[in-house]
């Protein structure tokens, strides 16, 4: 997955599923360029990571809306993840498939209200009768409307699925992300690793403007405390 994010200038926020060893994982990774974006960290309160503005530039120069929320939530059975409110519609985890929890919860989800009319993009984790199961969500433009499309996120030993809201070029405007899901690997070995080698794979280059906001990973394993890490580029 690290060498995935070296290839990206502007990859939006992005997230990814999948196992670390014994561990299921969840991903989550922002990037910005205005001032309101750039203006914000993830902090954890109780079952939640929230991106939460560091000072007023949120409230006076952007949207609350789309720049505050929570970012990742637990349940008993599970987690979700997100890149907004969307993931509000998601009061619970089912004894269910991933996907098909996804896919009613946000039915009529819409990408973002904003320029680049930017995806939603949603994955959870959940514990079944039938083992963990995984998936992904994004809705996002299309030719006719509004593309929404799950998957579902194999569970394999060292392995993942990455989406981001961006294809990861700095332009403008800034095109979303197309396609299924990409595969990426997964060797990290602890929370902590995988949250600090995400921030440092998104550093510029010298004389580039720093996008990095925040990043955050969670690993689960049977019978332990979720292993938890956050690395915001602003404390």
């Not at 987690?79 to 929890?101: F, P, S």
């Amino acid at each position: 997955m690290i060498d995935l994010l070296k290839t990206m200038r502007y990859p939006g926020r992005f997230l990814a599923l999948g196992m670390d060893g014994s561990a299921y994982v969840a991903l989550y990774g922002a990037t910005g360029r205005s001032p309101s974006s750039l203006a914000r960290k993830y902090v954890q309160d109780g079952n939640a990571i929230y991106a939460s503005a560091i000072d007023d530039t949120v409230r006076r120069e952007g949207n609350p809306e789309l720049l505050e929320y929570p970012a990742l939530v637990f349940f008993d059975n599970g987690l979700t993840v997100a890149n907004g409110r969307q993931i509000e519609k998601i009061t619970d985890l089912q004894n269910r498939e991933a996907k098909k929890q996804l896919s009613y919860a946000l039915s009529e989800e819409a990408y973002e209200p904003d320029e680049y009319k930017t995806p939603r993009i949603t994955g959870c984790l959940v514990k079944t009768s039938q083992g963990m199961d995984a998936a992904i969500h994004i809705a996002r433009i299309a030719p006719d409307g509004i593309d929404r499309s799950s998957w579902n996120v194999p569970l394999e030993s060292g392995k993942g699925m990455y989406i981001s809201t961006y294809i990861g070029a700095d332009v403008k405007p800034t095109p979303s992300f197309r396609g299924d899901p990409l595969p990426v690997t997964f060797n990290f070995g602890s929370a902590k690793k995988a949250a600090q080698a995400m921030f440092d794979a998104l550093q510029p280059k010298k004389g580039e403007a720093d996008y990095r906001i925040g990043y955050f990973a969670v690993y689960i394993q049977e019978g332990k405390s979720p292993d938890i890490a956050i690395v915001n580029k602003i404390n």
